[in-house]
Structure formats: structure tokens, C-alpha cells
């Protein structure tokens, strides 16, 4: 899940809790048809891959995906928030060149009491990066004070004004030695509203209770909390869930349907919600929900999208101001008929209405071989409005071995460009962390006007001994990068330099009129 932008509506985009479908909804399509493929410019040129993860020299390391963002006023920095999941510690890795070599900080965004951050939910990001107002970083991440995956996750929000080189870090959720019921939080996104005299921070996580099967508590829950300083302090959290009234008949008995993984973003419009499945008989294909609220959180509207596919996964959402007075908003996701077959499809959807209506999916996978999985998609807006999406992909076939492909879009996700293969070599996943468990997180990419900065897993320096999951990165890059923080700062101190020289000229004019004169009245 991933958040990127936040406007004047906050949105909640999660996973439908029971994956039924209308009956005969408009727009449902369980094979979407390919979307318009044709040039958006130039290509970019893929730059030389770099191990991102180069501070760390424990052969054991094993790093979990990647979330990162470019700084939108300095293209020569870029950040990651990653986690290895040997340690179970989080760590912000920084760029300062525009990608061409990274650093792990010192500082952590947890707490001592609660220094350990990974969760045991396959496709989750293990943290979540958005910017405030003036550089403000934040990070938000679970909360642990043993590493034991089987002790309760609380929920941290970390915020940093210098790039992560010192954190300040609030308790959103505290779970620590609950046990009446056990809960266990999964964090899941963050989003920043940097409208109004503080930032409105928004934190949303997948609350569940685990070795309860009956009552309120077995039922999984999604949640946000509100922080309206800064993310100093938290109000409650609030369930999104008993504000859905999308009831679907499944073989003629109703099912309310609830959200998983709750994903923020906002713009002036509504955001989706895609579900992973509970399996149930005669479960038609899987849905979209939107859930939007006007008043910072302490309601929701919760309505079904009209596209759906047979299997849905890792949805990611982001909104660009582009594309009309309410902007847009977009959607990408992992659907196919039959993902235990291995067919799976990278989808995308939008609205440009403020969510009041939807295009159809359509795939951004280019490739027609068949029973091909493309999984986990990650997705960014450029400040240009270019639209980054990156994924996972199976279609060299060179067994258990994906590549990173990528596809951008400049007219708002209406056309993309032929895909692009942006990894050097394909990644063997036969080691590493996920070659023995379900930890699979989506790549990262960072959207500046000059780039796309790319992340991913990576085990080319792993034996089976070591089983090494390090992070590598390069750029799809568009143009040359600034060399200084800004492009305008050159030009300023030009214009400032060019003033003071023809002040001193002007000056020294004046000086020597002041002389003449002078010479004259004593003649």
C-alpha cells in the first residue's frame, strides 16, 4: 500500500474484507483490455544499478522493499524507508547525488521502548514515508518491544526536520502487553494535508486480535488516527468499517463489506480500497471500495468502485493536481483470473471527477505471453504531473526470477509508454527472505521532473549459506539533474550578481560625476 498526496478531502483506499462483487456491476471486468500504449517523449536512459544497502556488511542482512520519495524542491535527494527483517530494526537510507550512492542513517525512528518495527503481513510495506510543509519528513512504522512476531504491534509516527539525521517520534497506538484482546496493528500508509496553520497528519493501520474467533474482536479492523499538530499528538483512532453500507449478495446470503490495510490519499476526491480475499463460497469477482471523509477523519462515506477481477492484491494510490479543477486520482493494482496459476496483471484505474465516477481498468503489463505474474506495483507522481508506476516481473521466465519493469504516463494515465525493463539482471528470489516465506513488498520509486529513482530486492551477493537480501536502485532518468539544490538558485545569484556589479558601476558613475563637478566649481 502506498500513499502519496493529500489535498483538501482525506480518502481511505483499502482491501475489501469480503471480496464479492455486485451482481452484474457496471464496469466489472475480470480481464481488463491492454491500456493505449504509444511514446510520451523520449526514453529515458537507464543509469548504472547501485547497491543502496552498502553500510551494512552482515552477510545475514535481508532487506525488505523499499518506500521512497524524492524531495520535491532538491531532485539531488532521495529517501528510503526499509527494514531488515533479520534484525526486524526500520532505517532511513538518503541519497544526497540524485542516487548514485546512498547511506544508511544513524538515527531510528522508533523509540527504546519499542525499537523493533517489522510485521509478519506479506505485501506491506514495513514503512511508510510522506513530506509535511518545510522539508518536514514523516515516517510511520510499528512499534515492538521484543522483535517476536508474536507480540502485539503498536503504532509510531517519526518526524524529522534535517532528512532523518534526527528523529522525534509519537506513540499513535500503544498495544504494548495487551492482552484482553491481543492486538496486533500493521501499518499501512501515512498521509499529510499541509493545508491550515500546522500539518494534519494521517496514520492508517490493519488492527487484528490474533486467537480471537468470535465477537467484535475476530473481525479485523481498519483505522486511521488524526493528528492536527504536526504529529506531535493523536486523536483516537477511528474504524472505518461500520460506516459501509455495501451489502452484497453472495448466493443469496448478504456480506457487509469491510476494509483491510487502509491506503490514505486525497485530492479533491475519493480514493479506492482493494481487497485481499476471505475466501467464501461462491465468492464472485473481487471489488474496489472508497471510503471518503469531509471532516478530517471522524466520518466516512463508503462506496463499492466499479471494477473488479477475479484475484486483487497490493493496491497503490496517488493523486496528481494535473488533469482539471479537481485533479486525478490513481489507482494501480495486481489482478488477473487465476494468480495460483501464476497469472497475474499489473491494472489501473482513475477519476478525474473527484471520484465520482471511474474509468475502466486497464492493464499497464505490455508483455502477451500468457500465465505471466506481474506483482506488487508501486506508484509516484512527478511535480511535472508524470505518472511513475513500477512492478515486479515475470516475463523473461527465467524461472524463480523476476525483473523491474516500469511504465509512465503523461496525460494523467490516459496513454503509457511502452514498458521498460529497469533491472540490470533478473532478481534470484530462490534466496533471501522470500524464497521460505510470504514477505513480498512492492519495489520503490521516488518521481522527480528528471528522473524516476527505482528500488528494489536484490540477492546477487547472497549464497545459500548467507541467504543476503540486499536493496539496488537506478534511475529511469528524463534530463540532466541540477547540480545545485535548485535550478532557480543559480539564476538568482546571477541576477543578484549581476545588480551588484552594476550598482558598483553605477556607484563608481556617480563618484566620478561627483569629482568632475567638484574640479569645475574650483576652476
Not at 25 to 37: I, K, R, S, Y
Not at 205 to 226: D, I, K, L, Y
Not at 254 to 282: D, Q, S
Amino acid at each position: 500500500m502506498a500513499v502519496r498526496a493529500l489535498g483538501r478531502w482525506l480518502v481511505v483506499a483499502s482491501t475489501a474484507g469480503v471480496m464479492a462483487a455486485f451482481a452484474g456491476v457496471a464496469g466489472a471486468d475480470t480481464a481488463a483490455t491492454p491500456a493505449t500504449f504509444r511514446s510520451q517523449g523520449p526514453t529515458p536512459r537507464v543509469t548504472a544499478a547501485v547497491r543502496l544497502t552498502k553500510d551494512e556488511p552482515a552477510p545475514t542482512r535481508a532487506y525488505s522493499g523499499p518506500f521512497m520519495l524524492a524531495d520535491p524542491d532538491n531532485p539531488r535527494v532521495i529517501v528510503a524507508a526499509t527494514a531488515d527483517l533479520r534484525t526486524r530494526v526500520c532505517y532511513l537510507l538518503r541519497s544526497s547525488d540524485a542516487g548514485r550512492s546512498w547511506r544508511r542513517l544513524k538515527a531510528l525512528p522508533t523509540t527504546s521502548a519499542l525499537p523493533f518495527c517489522t510485521s509478519a503481513n506479506g505485501g506491506v510495506p514495513e514503512a511508510q514515508l510522506a513530506w509535511g510543509r518545510n522539508h518536514t519528513l514523516y515516517y510511520a512504522l510499528n512499534g515492538q518491544s521484543s522483535g517476536s512476531l508474536r507480540t502485539s504491534n503498536s503504532v509510531l509516527l517519526a518526524r524529522s526536520t534535517n532528512l532523518g539525521d534526527t528523529w522525534s517520534t509519537t506513540v499513535v497506538d500503544d498495544n504494548e502487553g495487551k492482552t484482553d484482546p491481543p492486538t496486533n496493528d500493521t501499518v499501512s500508509s501515512v498521509a499529510v494535508d499541509t493545508e491550515g496553520p500546522a500539518d494534519t497528519v494521517y496514520v492508517g493501520w490493519f488492527e487484528a486480535h490474533p486467537g480471537v474467533t468470535t465477537g467484535p474482536n475476530s473481525v479485523p479492523q481498519a483505522m486511521v488516527a488524526r493528528s492536527s499538530d504536526g504529529g506531535v499528538t493523536f486523536a483516537s483512532p477511528v474504524d472505518v468499517d461500520p460506516f459501509s453500507q455495501v451489502n452484497l449478495d453472495v448466493n443469496g446470503t448478504p456480506h457487509r463489506l469491510v476494509m483491510y490495510f487502509p491506503v490514505l490519499a486525497a485530492g479533491h476526491g475519493v480514493v479506492e480500497a482493494i481487497g485481499y480475499p476471505i475466501e467464501i463460497t461462491g465468492t464472485p469477482p473481487q471489488q474496489l471500495l472508497a471510503a471518503r471523509s469531509t471532516d478530517q477523519g471522524k466520518t466516512w462515506t463508503v462506496s463499492a468502485v466499479g471494477v473488479s477481477a477475479k484475484q486483487i492484491y497490493w493496491p497503490v494510490a496517488s493523486w496528481s493536481p494535473k488533469g482539471g479543477s479537481q485533479g486525478t486520482f490513481l489507482v494501480a493494482y495486481q489482478g488477473g483470473v487465476n494468480q495460483q496459476q501464476g497469472e497475474a496483471n499489473i491494472l489501473f484505474v482513475r477519476s478525474t471527477d473527484g471520484g465520482a465516477s471511474w474509468s475502466p481498468s486497464v492493464r499497464l503489463d505490455d508483455d502477451q505471453v500468457p500465465l505471466v505474474t506481474h506483482f506488487t506495483p508501486q506508484i509516484d507522481v512527478a511535480p511535472n504531473g508524470r505518472v511513475d508506476v513500477v512492478w515486479y516481473d515475470f516475463r523473461l521466465q527465467q524461472g524463480f526470477a523476476p525483473d523491474l519493469y516500469y511504465t509512465h504516463s503523461s496525460d494523467n494515465g490516459a496513454t503509457w509508454s511502452p514498458n521498460q525493463r529497469l533491472t540490470d539482471r533478473s532478481i534470484d528470489f530462490t534466496l533471501g527472505v522470500s524464497a521460505n516465506s510470504d514477505v513480498r513488498q512492492p519495489p520503490g520509486v521516488a518521481s522527480a521532473d528528471q528522473y524516476a529513482a527505482v528500488g528494489w530486492t536484490d540477492t546477487r551477493l547472497g549464497t545459500p549459506e548467507t541467504q543476503t537480501q540486499d536493496l539496488f536502485g537506478d534511475l529511469a532518468q528524463f534530463s540532466a539533474i541540477p547540480s545545485s539544490k535548485s535550478a532557480t538558485l543559480p539564476v538568482l545569484a546571477s541576477a543578484f550578481a549581476g545588480l551588484l556589479v552594476a550598482g558598483v558601476v553605477l556607484g563608481a558613475i556617480a563618484v566620478s560625476r561627483r569629482r568632475k563637478g567638484a574640479a569645475a566649481g574650483a576652476g
